[in-house]
């Protein structure tokens, strides 16, 4: 079955603990992608990357790092995380026609 | 940055009437795209747009590719209750620019 996985699903964490957010993808697909979705502004794409050790910035990008060292895994990783971090998230692989993992909501204490 | 415009913000319909919903965008894009997002689920793609003045149909769904390529709007018709959920537009450049979306679109239907 052709999936989007993220992990964990629910994180609740204190101000400066870093952290990773995982995400995979069984498709094969080259390009992948993190949103954060906050209530009144829809999604906002983070980091993409169109394939392995090519990553781009997207439009909010800070306070956040992406790595891409295989096609399928793709971490987001907040280095010191902070309450205005405190949001859904999603990860997203296969460009144009994206599949959308099912969600990590985060909470930044 | 870029921004698109998505209105209505939120519709209250009754089932069975068809609901219209555009997106406007400052900028051109290359690519539009509509998904649709239900309650605790990830956005899920609906239709894709690659040329300007496409119209393409998805089921009761009908999409179009504005003209100027700056702009796009979807239909639904005769809607039903599974319709419910949120509507987003997003707009892409090129195939490895990033992906913009709007703001989102709330369907509500009235028993």
């Known amino acids: 079955e052709a999936q989007v996985t993220q992990n964990p699903r629910y994180l609740i964490t204190v101000t400066g603990k870093k952290l990773t957010v995982t995400c995979s993808q069984n498709?094969?697909?080259?390009?992948m992608s993190w949103y954060r979705q906050d209530p009144g502004l829809g999604l906002r794409q983070i980091y993409y990357?169109?394939?392995?050790?090519?990553?781009d910035k997207g439009d909010v990008p800070e306070g956040y790092k992406v790595s891409r060292k295989e096609k399928r895994n793709f971490p987001l990783i907040l280095e010191s995380p902070s309450p205005n971090q405190t949001s859904l998230y999603f990860c997203?692989?296969?460009?144009?026609?994206?599949?959308f993992g099912p969600g990590t909501r985060l909470t930044v204490l | 940055g870029q921004q698109l415009n998505q209105s209505p913000q939120s519709m209250f319909i009754q089932e069975g009437e068809d609901v219209s919903m555009n997106c406007t965008s400052s900028?051109?894009?290359?690519?539009w795209l509509w998904y649709k997002q239900d309650p605790g689920e990830g956005p899920v793609l609906l239709i894709a747009l690659y040329k300007a003045g496409e119209l393409t149909s998805n089921g009761r769904l009908t999409a179009q590719f504005g003209i100027t390529r700056k702009d796009s709007f979807l239909n639904i018709s005769a809607s039903i209750p599974s319709d419910v959920g949120i509507y987003f537009c997003a707009g892409q450049l090129d195939r490895d620019d990033k992906i913009i979306f709007g703001k989102g679109t709330r369907l509500h239907i009235l028993p």
């Open positions: 498709m094969n697909h080259e390009y």
């Open positions: 990357s169109m394939n392995v050790e090519v990553t």
């Open positions: 997203a692989s296969g460009g144009v026609g994206q599949y």
């Open positions: 900028s051109i894009f290359n690519t």
